[in-house]
């Protein structure tokens, strides 16, 4: 078997999703729909119930199953068309459609069952490159004024443990005088050694978390 189409139930208002997933039954899992994830934290997951409709041995096989039962049994969580790519909000409320637009609108964390293939895609470019210490935002980039804002506002609104805001002070006012001793260590990359961590990041072209994975992995060493 290659995977199978669930449904899930809510036993208290009977509304479903249907969803598909490799490899065997699993009844802890209920789905990754956005909207039934709002469900399951309103009801409780003891509140839901999960059954195999049918089973399948081809990922082709997958797909055309989960977007006729989608298709056919309609179900109310759902709203997706099923099967890979595509229109995300095929099946989704305008209400819901505007939410979403205007969540993006403000800068808002997309999750990767909103984005469509050409955002999943752009998404995975700008992953692989920064994990090679390639920008992925203009040279000069800034955040707009908005955006600081928000990021502003976020900070102040967060929920910090009693006493956090004067620990990181004093913390941070401890580091101040200890300087960081590994910055100013020349570094050997590729048989040539530079003066520092900073010099070696500039002319190598690399960020310091992907020269410090480097240096973990043996491709580039600090110099005694």
Request: net charge positive; charged share 25%.
């Amino acid at each position: 078997m290659f995977g199978y189409i669930y449904e899930t139930t809510n036993l208290v208002n009977g509304k479903t999703y249907i969803g598909k997933k490799q490899g065997e039954l699993d009844k802890t899992y209920y789905g990754s729909g956005m909207i039934l994830k709002q469900a399951l934290k309103k009801y409780g997951k003891e509140n839901f119930e999960v059954v195999v409709l049918s089973t399948y041995n081809s990922e082709d096989e997958l797909n055309n199953a989960e977007i006729m039962f989608i298709e056919t049994r309609d179900p109310t969580y759902n709203i997706a068309k099923g099967g890979t790519g595509g229109n995300t909000l095929a099946r989704a409320t305008e209400e819901y459609k505007q939410e979403v637009i205007a969540a993006r609108k403000l800068g808002m964390k997309n999750t990767w069952s909103n984005l469509t293939e050409e955002q999943r895609k752009q998404w995975g470019e700008n992953i692989s490159k920064s994990k090679k210490g390639i920008a992925t935002r203009p040279a000069n980039y800034t955040h707009s004024e908005e955006v600081k804002q928000r990021i502003k506002e976020s900070n102040l609104n967060a929920t910090k443990p009693e006493g956090w805001v004067e620990n990181h002070q004093k913390a941070m006012d401890e580091r101040k005088s200890i300087p960081n001793a590994k910055c100013f260590k020349p570094v050997e990359v590729n048989g040539i050694v530079y003066n520092s961590v900073a010099e070696t990041c500039k002319q190598v072209g690399i960020s310091r978390p992907t020269l410090h994975k480097w240096i973990k992995n043996g491709k580039a060493s600090y110099v005694n």
